[in-house]
Nanobody, 124 residues
Framework: QLHLVESGGGLVQAGGSLRLSCAAS????????MGWFRQAPGKEREFVAG????????RYADSVKGRFTISRDNAKNTVYLRMNSLKPEDTAVYYC?????????????????WGQGIQVTVSS
């Protein structure tokens, strides 16, 4: 079992930056592939970014590529999402997720564990 808790969300102006953190419980964090997803009102949950177990491989949605950076610190059981050049369309509830079987990493169906989500609002 893995418990995930997001932090770092809030309100920011367009063009600004935020860093989200996701703290995981348990001593096996390094065995999980980690992902960030987001869900805007009235829309489906969508993949944002993913990172493999040792942090050596990442992937991003086209909409955030070049603006967002995912990273992890296995010693701290934490995964991060640095978000720069934020746009109003980035407004959503952001979720971190974890899976031991990184097959469908671009789909919410591919993850077993989820955080409760945190709101990010970008004003124009």
């Amino acid at each position: 079992q893995l418990h995930l808790v997001e932090s770092g969300g809030g309100l920011v102006q367009a063009g600004g930056s935020l860093r989200l953190s996701c703290a995981a419980s348990g001593r096996t964090f390094s065995t999980y592939y980690m992902g960030w997803f987001r869900q805007a009102p009235g829309k489906e949950r969508e993949f944002v970014a993913g990172i493999n177990r040792n942090g050596g491989s990442t992937r991003y949605a086209d909409s955030v590529k070049g603006r967002f950076t995912i990273s992890r610190d296995n010693a701290k059981n934490t995964v991060y999402l640095r978000m720069n050049s934020l746009k109003p369309e980035d407004t959503a509830v952001y979720y971190c997720a974890a899976t031991t079987r990184p097959i469908l990493v671009g789909s919410s169906l591919g993850y077993e564990y989820w955080g409760q989500g945190i709101q990010v609002t970008v004003s124009s």
